[in-house]
C-alpha cells in the first residue's frame, strides 16, 4: 500500500472513530436525561404513594376535627421529647403534618432522623389555629425524602397561606422591624413573647414584607440557645435585611418556627 493511500485510510478510520465516539457520547447523553428523569418520577411516586387504609394529604385536610386518621409521612425536624412523648415535624409530597405528643420511647425517638418515613395512627385537632395529630402512635416505614423549602414569602398575608400549614418553607428579603422591651426600648427580639423570659427561652421578633408585618419565633425546644439560628437572631438588628427559613406554624395567625437566617 502506497503511504498516500495509507494516510487517506488512517484519516477516514480517525474520523470514522470520531463521528462514532460523538454518537456514542450523545447516546449516553440521552440515556443519562432519560434515566434521571424516571429516578426523579420514581422517587416522587414513592414519596406520593399510600399503603392501604392510609389517607392521602386531601383526604386528611377533609376529615373532621377530633376523628381518627392515618397517614404515612417523612419526619422533617424533631421539636421534643419528654416522658415517652415526641413532637415533630413531617411532610409529604402534597402537604404537611404537625404530631404533637406522640407516644414514642427515646429508643423510637433516636430513630426519627431527617428523612425517615413513618406511619401515623392519631385524632386530627386544632389548637389556636394550629392544625395537629394528637394521641398518636407511629410505626418506622422504608424509605427516606426530605423536603425543600417552599419559598412563602408572595403567600404573607394572603388567607391561601394557611393551606400550606406546618410546611417547611422559606421567606426571603424581609426587614427586622423593632420590638418594645420591658423599659419601652426598640430592640430587635424579645426573649418569651412579652419580654419577661431570659437567654433559653423562645426567641420573638417582628419582620416586615410590602408594608405589612409579622412576627417570627425561635422555638426554644426545636433550636435552642445553642443552635446557630438561635444565635444568629441574638445578633439582629432593627433595620436588617435578612431570609429566613423554618416551619409554618400557626398560633392566631401565622407564626413560623424559624430555623435558619441568612
Not at 434521571?36 to 387504609?53: C, L, N
Not at 425517615?116 to 416505614?141: C, H, M, N, R
Not at 406554624?249 to 435558619?260: F, L, S
Request: with cysteine; hydrophobic share 35%.
Amino acid at each position: 500500500m502506497k503511504k498516500t493511500t495509507k494516510r487517506v485510510f488512517v484519516v477516514v478510520l480517525c474520523l470514522a472513530m470520531i463521528f462514532a465516539m460523538a454518537a456514542c457520547g450523545k447516546k449516553a447523553e440521552t440515556q443519562e436525561a432519560s434515566g434521571g428523569g424516571s429516578a426523579e418520577a420514581t422517587a416522587t411516586e414513592d414519596v406520593q404513594a399510600k399503603g392501604e387504609g392510609v389517607m392521602t394529604y386531601a383526604e386528611y385536610a377533609d376529615a373532621a376535627l377530633d376523628t381518627e386518621v392515618t397517614i404515612e409521612t417523612f419526619v422533617q425536624a424533631k421539636q421534643s421529647w419528654w416522658e415517652d412523648k415526641a413532637t415533630v415535624y413531617t411532610q409529604d409530597a402534597d402537604g404537611a403534618y404537625f404530631l404533637y405528643n406522640m407516644a414514642c420511647s427515646q429508643e423510637d425517638y433516636d430513630k426519627l432522623v431527617e428523612g425517615q418515613k413513618i406511619k401515623v395512627k392519631g385524632y386530627k385537632a386544632e389548637w389556636s389555629g394550629e392544625v395537629e395529630i394528637v394521641d398518636a402512635t407511629f410505626e418506622i416505614e422504608d424509605g427516606n425524602w426530605i423536603a425543600e423549602p417552599m419559598d412563602a414569602t408572595d403567600l404573607l398575608g394572603n388567607e391561601d397561606i394557611i393551606q400550606h400549614q406546618n410546611k417547611k418553607v422559606s421567606f426571603s428579603g424581609m426587614t427586622i422591624e423593632p420590638k418594645k422591651d420591658a423599659n419601652g426600648n426598640e430592640v430587635a427580639f424579645l426573649y418569651s413573647w412579652d419580654g419577661s423570659g431570659s437567654q433559653g427561652d423562645d426567641l420573638y421578633f417582628d419582620v416586615s414584607k410590602d408594608g405589612k408585618t409579622y412576627t417570627f419565633t425561635v422555638e426554644s425546644y426545636l433550636c435552642d440557645k445553642d443552635s446557630d439560628v438561635y444565635k444568629a437572631v441574638e445578633g439582629l438588628n432593627v433595620g436588617d435585611t435578612v431570609d429566613l427559613e423554618g416551619f409554618l406554624y400557626w398560633y392566631e395567625g401565622v407564626n413560623p418556627h424559624i430555623t435558619a437566617v441568612k
